[in-house]
Protein backbone atom coordinates (compact mmCIF):
# COMPACT_ATOMS: atom_id res chain seq x y z
CA UNK A 1 0.00 0.00 0.00
CA UNK A 2 1.45 3.26 -0.83
CA UNK A 3 2.67 5.55 1.90
CA UNK A 4 0.21 8.48 2.55
CA UNK A 5 1.84 11.90 1.52
CA UNK A 6 3.15 13.33 4.78
CA UNK A 7 4.40 17.51 5.05
CA UNK A 8 7.81 17.49 5.65
CA UNK A 9 8.45 19.93 8.48
CA UNK A 10 11.18 22.05 10.19
CA UNK A 11 11.71 19.20 13.08
CA UNK A 12 12.01 16.86 10.88
CA UNK A 13 15.09 18.58 9.16
CA UNK A 14 16.31 19.33 12.38
CA UNK A 15 16.13 15.62 12.94
CA UNK A 16 17.80 14.43 9.84
CA UNK A 17 20.65 17.41 10.04
CA UNK A 18 21.19 16.16 13.72
CA UNK A 19 20.53 20.19 15.32
CA UNK A 20 18.03 21.73 17.04
CA UNK A 21 14.66 23.50 15.40
CA UNK A 22 16.17 27.16 16.22
CA UNK A 23 18.85 25.93 14.29
CA UNK A 24 17.25 25.05 11.12
CA UNK A 25 14.95 28.27 11.46
CA UNK A 26 18.43 30.21 11.43
CA UNK A 27 19.98 28.97 8.48
CA UNK A 28 16.45 29.04 6.60
CA UNK A 29 16.18 32.99 7.51
CA UNK A 30 19.91 33.84 7.36
CA UNK A 31 19.52 35.83 10.48
CA UNK A 32 21.80 34.30 12.86
CA UNK A 33 25.51 33.43 12.51
CA UNK A 34 25.99 29.06 12.63
CA UNK A 35 28.58 26.96 12.51
CA UNK A 36 29.71 25.99 8.75
CA UNK A 37 29.92 22.37 9.80
CA UNK A 38 26.09 22.86 10.93
CA UNK A 39 24.70 25.19 8.31
CA UNK A 40 25.83 22.11 5.34
CA UNK A 41 24.06 19.60 7.44
CA UNK A 42 20.68 21.76 7.92
CA UNK A 43 21.78 22.56 3.81
CA UNK A 44 21.66 18.54 2.91
CA UNK A 45 18.94 17.93 5.00
CA UNK A 46 16.48 20.30 3.02
CA UNK A 47 17.92 18.85 -0.13
CA UNK A 48 17.44 14.91 0.89
CA UNK A 49 13.75 16.32 2.23
CA UNK A 50 12.60 18.69 -0.85
CA UNK A 51 11.61 20.91 2.51
CA UNK A 52 9.99 23.91 0.78
CA UNK A 53 9.03 26.97 4.26
CA UNK A 54 5.81 27.70 4.40
CA UNK A 55 6.01 30.93 2.72
CA UNK A 56 2.44 32.25 3.74
CA UNK A 57 3.12 31.44 7.73
CA UNK A 58 6.50 33.40 7.45
CA UNK A 59 4.70 36.45 6.25
CA UNK A 60 2.10 36.27 8.96
CA UNK A 61 4.94 36.40 10.92
CA UNK A 62 6.19 39.00 9.36
CA UNK A 63 9.33 36.86 7.59
CA UNK A 64 10.72 37.77 4.16
CA UNK A 65 9.60 36.14 1.62
CA UNK A 66 12.63 36.75 -0.97
CA UNK A 67 9.69 37.77 -3.46
CA UNK A 68 10.19 41.23 -5.74
CA UNK A 69 7.99 42.43 -8.01
CA UNK A 70 9.12 44.60 -10.91
CA UNK A 71 6.68 47.09 -12.07
CA UNK A 72 6.70 48.00 -16.00
CA UNK A 73 5.19 50.08 -18.79
CA UNK A 74 4.97 47.85 -22.13
CA UNK A 75 6.07 44.73 -20.95
CA UNK A 76 5.82 42.81 -24.73
CA UNK A 77 8.98 45.47 -25.51
CA UNK A 78 12.24 43.92 -26.07
CA UNK A 79 13.69 46.31 -24.17
CA UNK A 80 11.60 44.93 -21.08
CA UNK A 81 12.27 41.21 -21.87
CA UNK A 82 16.36 41.48 -21.68
CA UNK A 83 16.21 44.09 -18.55
CA UNK A 84 13.70 41.51 -16.97
CA UNK A 85 16.03 38.60 -18.02
CA UNK A 86 19.25 40.69 -16.12
CA UNK A 87 16.94 41.33 -13.35
CA UNK A 88 15.83 37.85 -12.66
CA UNK A 89 19.56 36.33 -13.18
CA UNK A 90 21.19 38.88 -10.49
CA UNK A 91 18.08 38.10 -7.89
CA UNK A 92 18.25 34.51 -8.30
CA UNK A 93 21.74 34.59 -7.62
CA UNK A 94 21.09 36.29 -4.45
CA UNK A 95 18.27 34.03 -3.16
CA UNK A 96 15.23 36.78 -4.36
CA UNK A 97 12.16 35.35 -7.03
CA UNK A 98 11.34 38.32 -9.34
CA UNK A 99 8.13 39.00 -10.91
CA UNK A 100 7.37 41.59 -13.98
CA UNK A 101 3.91 43.23 -13.46
CA UNK A 102 2.53 45.27 -16.40
CA UNK A 103 1.39 48.80 -14.28
CA UNK A 104 -2.08 49.21 -13.75
CA UNK A 105 -3.20 53.08 -12.61
CA UNK A 106 -6.31 51.52 -9.95
CA UNK A 107 -6.24 51.61 -6.07
CA UNK A 108 -6.71 48.15 -6.25
CA UNK A 109 -3.52 47.33 -8.08
CA UNK A 110 -1.79 48.94 -5.16
CA UNK A 111 -3.47 47.74 -2.54
CA UNK A 112 -2.78 44.20 -4.30
CA UNK A 113 0.96 44.51 -4.40
CA UNK A 114 0.83 45.67 -0.60
CA UNK A 115 -1.52 42.91 0.48
CA UNK A 116 0.82 40.23 -1.12
CA UNK A 117 3.88 41.56 1.28
CA UNK A 118 6.40 41.67 -1.38
CA UNK A 119 9.91 42.68 -0.18
CA UNK A 120 10.89 45.07 -2.71
CA UNK A 121 9.16 46.56 -5.74
CA UNK A 122 11.17 47.77 -8.64
CA UNK A 123 8.97 50.48 -10.73
CA UNK A 124 9.86 51.50 -14.62
CA UNK A 125 7.07 53.75 -15.81
CA UNK A 126 6.13 56.91 -17.25
CA UNK A 127 2.54 56.57 -16.49
CA UNK A 128 2.28 55.11 -12.69
CA UNK A 129 0.88 57.79 -10.71
CA UNK A 130 3.65 59.10 -8.08
CA UNK A 131 0.90 58.85 -5.08
CA UNK A 132 1.02 54.91 -5.96
CA UNK A 133 5.32 54.76 -5.38
CA UNK A 134 4.43 57.34 -2.35
CA UNK A 135 1.70 54.24 -0.70
CA UNK A 136 4.67 52.08 -1.30
CA UNK A 137 6.89 53.72 0.76
CA UNK A 138 4.31 54.40 3.50
CA UNK A 139 3.85 50.56 3.75
CA UNK A 140 7.28 50.02 4.31
CA UNK A 141 7.65 48.36 1.22
CA UNK A 142 11.60 49.11 -0.36
CA UNK A 143 10.94 50.93 -3.92
CA UNK A 144 13.76 51.17 -6.48
CA UNK A 145 13.19 53.39 -9.03
CA UNK A 146 14.69 53.14 -12.84
CA UNK A 147 14.45 56.80 -13.29
CA UNK A 148 12.34 57.50 -16.86
CA UNK A 149 10.82 60.58 -15.22
CA UNK A 150 11.31 63.27 -12.81
CA UNK A 151 11.07 61.88 -9.38
CA UNK A 152 13.17 64.60 -7.19
CA UNK A 153 9.91 64.89 -5.48
CA UNK A 154 9.55 61.18 -4.41
CA UNK A 155 12.07 60.62 -1.45
CA UNK A 156 12.96 57.35 0.60
CA UNK A 157 12.85 55.42 -2.77
CA UNK A 158 16.83 53.89 -4.28
CA UNK A 159 16.77 55.51 -7.59
CA UNK A 160 19.11 54.52 -10.89
CA UNK A 161 19.43 57.41 -13.62
CA UNK A 162 19.72 55.14 -16.95
CA UNK A 163 20.55 57.79 -18.54
CA UNK A 164 18.01 58.39 -21.16
CA UNK A 165 18.10 62.16 -20.19
CA UNK A 166 21.57 62.79 -21.72
CA UNK A 167 21.36 59.70 -24.34
CA UNK A 168 18.38 61.94 -26.47
CA UNK A 169 20.69 64.95 -25.98
CA UNK A 170 23.19 63.63 -27.52
CA UNK A 171 20.93 62.01 -30.01
CA UNK A 172 20.03 65.17 -30.98
CA UNK A 173 23.52 67.01 -30.86
CA UNK A 174 25.20 64.18 -33.10
CA UNK A 175 22.12 64.56 -35.89
CA UNK A 176 23.02 68.47 -35.49
CA UNK A 177 26.96 67.33 -36.13
CA UNK A 178 25.67 65.96 -39.29
CA UNK A 179 24.41 69.31 -40.51
CA UNK A 180 20.76 68.27 -39.91
CA UNK A 181 18.27 70.89 -38.68
CA UNK A 182 14.64 69.95 -39.43
CA UNK A 183 14.48 67.41 -36.85
CA UNK A 184 11.27 65.59 -35.53
CA UNK A 185 10.83 63.30 -32.43
CA UNK A 186 8.54 59.96 -32.49
CA UNK A 187 6.34 59.62 -29.15
CA UNK A 188 5.27 56.20 -28.06
CA UNK A 189 1.95 54.99 -28.78
CA UNK A 190 -0.64 54.18 -26.58
CA UNK A 191 -4.26 52.73 -26.50
CA UNK A 192 -4.63 54.17 -22.92
CA UNK A 193 -3.53 57.38 -23.07
CA UNK A 194 -0.29 57.21 -21.57
CA UNK A 195 2.02 59.74 -23.52
CA UNK A 196 5.13 61.50 -22.54
CA UNK A 197 5.40 65.26 -21.21
CA UNK A 198 8.18 67.28 -20.28
CA UNK A 199 8.25 64.69 -16.95
CA UNK A 200 9.35 62.15 -19.51
CA UNK A 201 13.01 62.25 -19.22
CA UNK A 202 13.18 60.92 -23.30
CA UNK A 203 10.85 64.06 -24.23
CA UNK A 204 12.50 65.87 -22.02
CA UNK A 205 15.78 65.57 -23.20
CA UNK A 206 15.06 66.09 -26.94
CA UNK A 207 12.95 69.31 -26.31
CA UNK A 208 15.64 71.00 -24.07
CA UNK A 209 18.57 69.86 -26.38
CA UNK A 210 16.58 71.73 -29.64
CA UNK A 211 16.14 74.69 -27.78
CA UNK A 212 19.74 74.56 -26.84
CA UNK A 213 21.59 74.24 -29.98
CA UNK A 214 19.03 76.74 -31.46
CA UNK A 215 17.01 74.63 -33.73
CA UNK A 216 13.91 75.48 -32.20
CA UNK A 217 12.32 77.67 -29.64
CA UNK A 218 9.03 75.73 -29.62
CA UNK A 219 10.60 72.09 -30.14
CA UNK A 220 6.76 70.49 -28.99
CA UNK A 221 5.58 71.66 -32.66
CA UNK A 222 8.18 69.17 -33.74
CA UNK A 223 7.16 65.50 -31.68
CA UNK A 224 4.39 63.37 -33.11
CA UNK A 225 2.00 62.04 -30.36
CA UNK A 226 -1.18 60.78 -29.19
CA UNK A 227 -1.48 57.61 -31.68
CA UNK A 228 -3.47 54.55 -30.42
CA UNK A 229 -1.11 52.06 -32.34
CA UNK A 230 1.52 51.76 -34.68
CA UNK A 231 -0.79 52.28 -37.96
CA UNK A 232 -1.82 55.73 -36.75
CA UNK A 233 2.28 56.73 -36.05
CA UNK A 234 2.98 55.81 -39.75
CA UNK A 235 -0.12 58.05 -41.20
CA UNK A 236 1.24 61.13 -38.74
CA UNK A 237 4.25 60.72 -40.06
CA UNK A 238 3.67 61.11 -43.94
CA UNK A 239 1.35 63.63 -43.17
CA UNK A 240 3.66 65.92 -41.42
CA UNK A 241 6.37 64.94 -44.00
CA UNK A 242 3.73 66.64 -46.59
CA UNK A 243 3.72 69.91 -44.49
CA UNK A 244 7.33 70.51 -43.41
CA UNK A 245 10.58 69.90 -44.18
CA UNK A 246 12.64 66.66 -42.44
CA UNK A 247 15.86 66.16 -42.85
CA UNK A 248 16.38 63.52 -39.16
CA UNK A 249 14.11 61.74 -37.18
CA UNK A 250 14.51 60.89 -33.22
CA UNK A 251 12.74 57.77 -32.19
CA UNK A 252 11.38 57.49 -28.17
CA UNK A 253 12.93 53.39 -29.06
CA UNK A 254 14.02 51.54 -31.76
CA UNK A 255 10.67 50.19 -32.50
CA UNK A 256 9.04 54.12 -33.21
CA UNK A 257 12.33 54.95 -35.13
CA UNK A 258 11.63 51.94 -37.81
CA UNK A 259 7.55 52.71 -38.25
CA UNK A 260 8.76 56.47 -38.95
CA UNK A 261 11.50 54.84 -41.35
CA UNK A 262 9.32 52.54 -43.00
CA UNK A 263 6.83 56.09 -43.45
CA UNK A 264 9.93 57.79 -44.88
CA UNK A 265 10.78 54.74 -47.36
CA UNK A 266 7.04 55.14 -48.61
CA UNK A 267 7.32 58.52 -49.57
CA UNK A 268 10.34 57.78 -51.84
CA UNK A 269 12.62 59.39 -49.12
CA UNK A 270 16.14 57.65 -48.77
CA UNK A 271 17.75 57.04 -45.65
CA UNK A 272 19.93 58.65 -44.88
CA UNK A 273 20.69 60.64 -47.42
CA UNK A 274 17.53 62.59 -47.61
CA UNK A 275 16.10 61.72 -43.83
CA UNK A 276 18.79 60.42 -40.65
CA UNK A 277 17.09 58.35 -38.24
CA UNK A 278 18.24 57.56 -34.58
CA UNK A 279 16.47 55.20 -32.06
CA UNK A 280 17.01 54.09 -28.33
CA UNK A 281 17.65 51.00 -26.83
CA UNK A 282 19.52 48.93 -28.84
CA UNK A 283 16.75 46.49 -30.27
CA UNK A 284 17.00 43.80 -32.77
CA UNK A 285 14.49 45.00 -34.77
CA UNK A 286 17.01 47.93 -35.64
CA UNK A 287 20.26 45.71 -36.22
CA UNK A 288 17.91 44.28 -38.96
CA UNK A 289 16.49 46.65 -40.23
CA UNK A 290 16.99 47.92 -43.65
CA UNK A 291 19.08 50.25 -42.86
CA UNK A 292 20.26 49.22 -39.99
CA UNK A 293 19.31 51.77 -37.57
CA UNK A 294 21.78 53.94 -35.44
CA UNK A 295 20.80 53.99 -31.66
CA UNK A 296 21.87 54.65 -28.08
CA UNK A 297 22.10 51.45 -25.85
CA UNK A 298 21.32 51.43 -22.38
CA UNK A 299 23.42 49.84 -20.02
CA UNK A 300 20.87 47.22 -19.16
CA UNK A 301 23.03 44.79 -17.48
CA UNK A 302 25.07 47.04 -15.04
CA UNK A 303 21.63 48.74 -14.03
CA UNK A 304 19.89 45.57 -13.68
CA UNK A 305 22.97 44.59 -11.08
CA UNK A 306 22.85 47.52 -9.42
CA UNK A 307 18.86 47.65 -8.68
CA UNK A 308 19.48 44.22 -7.41
CA UNK A 309 22.19 45.20 -5.26
CA UNK A 310 20.86 48.09 -3.96
CA UNK A 311 17.31 46.90 -3.24
CA UNK A 312 19.21 44.27 -1.44
CA UNK A 313 20.86 46.57 1.11
CA UNK A 314 17.18 48.76 1.26
CA UNK A 315 15.43 44.66 2.49
CA UNK A 316 17.65 43.97 4.63
CA UNK A 317 19.93 46.90 6.35
CA UNK A 318 16.73 49.51 5.70
CA UNK A 319 18.88 51.74 4.36
CA UNK A 320 18.18 54.26 1.29
CA UNK A 321 21.37 54.00 -1.29
CA UNK A 322 22.80 57.12 -2.68
CA UNK A 323 21.28 57.62 -6.60
CA UNK A 324 23.70 55.96 -9.42
CA UNK A 325 23.73 56.84 -12.56
CA UNK A 326 24.62 55.29 -15.85
CA UNK A 327 25.73 56.47 -19.28
CA UNK A 328 24.61 55.68 -22.45
CA UNK A 329 26.67 54.03 -25.66
CA UNK A 330 25.45 56.07 -29.00
CA UNK A 331 25.89 52.89 -31.65
CA UNK A 332 26.32 54.43 -35.73
CA UNK A 333 24.63 52.39 -38.02
CA UNK A 334 24.34 52.79 -41.98
CA UNK A 335 20.56 55.01 -40.51
CA UNK A 336 22.79 57.92 -40.32
CA UNK A 337 25.99 57.55 -42.50
CA UNK A 338 27.33 56.49 -45.59
CA UNK A 339 25.98 58.98 -48.28
Known amino acids: MQEKYRKITRKDVAREAGVTETIVSYVINNNRYVDKEKRKRVEEAIKKLHYRPNTIARALKGKKLNNIVFIADQIDTEHFSILMSELDKYAYDLGYVISLCANRNTQEFVDGIISR ?31 NRDYDDIEG ?54 KECGISQNPEKCVITGCRDAGQVKERVIEYLRCHGVDAIC ?89
Open 117 to 147: QYDGVIISSISFPKEFIQQFIRAGIPVMLLV
Open 157 to 210: AGKINTGLYPGMRESVRYLVSLGRRNIIYIDRYSQRGHFSNREDMRYRGFVEEM
Open 251 to 339: GRNDRMACIAMQAVQSQGYTIPKDIAVVGFDNATVGQFSVPPLTTMEIQRRRIAETTIRMLRLMIEEGKVPEEVAYPTNLIIRESTRGF
